[in-house]
């Protein structure tokens, strides 16, 4: 590594007081900017150290001074004030360069896993912690069971899962086939709800019938109708028929001379 691309050691100020920060600054510092110490599985050597927040240095930029701070770190320096924290010469925000080599090597110091209190061993580089986190098996993970607020470590979720009294799916015992989870047989009556059930098939069917009782009924009387008016039109055209053969019989009995008579006796009466 160059010396160019290494951060140089904290400067000291002449005087008694002569600290780059005050304890009281030291503590708002270390809250933020750089990775903790404690994370890196050996100390990391000084020079990757920020004399802002004392913590390693992440997103390294450069400033002019060659000085080499945390980004973060930095841009809340220089907001309020403009000169380096080092060696107090003035800074423009425009001339900072980000040291992306420093950065891929510190990228591969080796660090502990975030859950090594709770007993995961693993070490891996920096720039992979974020994936093993995620396949860790002492990450805390929420149980996905609704109700259940636990959260467990990832290695025993499955365990957790098949005895979480908020996730055990059981057929119903009094025999209506249902699965339930605890909170749904607490409150599960099958028996209630079959008598409720057919209690309202009842009523639709008795709706039902009576709404065919009445068409029955209304098919009745128009049937009656029916039958009446059929009857009054048969023994009309019973007495037609008998009108029409009385006239044929009359017709029939009248002789044609006697016909003729009338016929020219009418003449004569009206030539007079």
């Known amino acids: 590594m160059s010396k160019d ?3 140089p050691r904290p400067a000291l100020h002449k005087g008694s007081h002569s600290r780059v920060f005050s304890e009281k600054n030291k503590c708002v510092w270390e809250r933020s900017g750089g ?3 404690s ?5 990391p050597d000084s020079n990757f150290l920020c ?3 004392h913590g390693v240095l992440k997103r390294p930029v450069r400033l002019p001074c060659r000085h080499i701070f945390c980004k973060k770190c930095i841009l809340r320096w220089l907001a309020r004030q403009k000169t380096c924290p080092c060696c107090r010469k003035e800074v423009k925000r425009k001339k900072m360069v980000h040291v992306n080599k420093l950065q891929r090597t510190i990228g591969r110091l080796e660090v502990k896993c975030k859950n090594a209190e709770a007993g995961c061993l693993v070490t891996c580089p920096l720039a992979h ?4 986190q995620d ?3 002492f ?3 929420a149980c996905p069971n609704e109700g259940c607020t636990e959260q467990v470590p990832r290695g025993v979720l499955t365990e957790h899962r098949q005895q979480c009294l908020h996730g ?3 057929r119903c015992p009094l025999g209506c086939g249902a699965t339930l989870g605890p909170a749904e047989r607490a409150r599960h009556n099958c028996y209630r709800q079959l008598r409720e059930a057919w209690g309202q098939r009842q009523e639709h069917s008795r709706t039902l019938v009576l709404c065919l009782l009445q068409r029955l009924r209304k098919l009745h009387r128009t049937t009656n109708l029916i039958h009446r008016q059929l009857a009054q039109l048969g023994d009309f055209l019973e007495d037609d028929t008998l009108l029409v053969s009385t006239r044929q019989e009359e017709a029939e009995a009248t002789p044609e001379n006697s016909i003729e008579a009338e016929v020219w006796g009418g003449q004569s009466q009206s030539g007079v």
């Open 35 to 37: 990775y903790d110490l």
């Open 129 to 132: 912690r974020k994936g093993h």
């Open 168 to 170: 055990i799916q059981q």
């Open 139 to 141: 990450e805390l993970m």
């Open 39 to 43: 994370l890196f599985a050996r100390p």
């Open 51 to 53: 004399s802002v927040c």
């Open 5 to 7: 691309s290494l951060p």
């Open 135 to 137: 396949s860790c098996p």
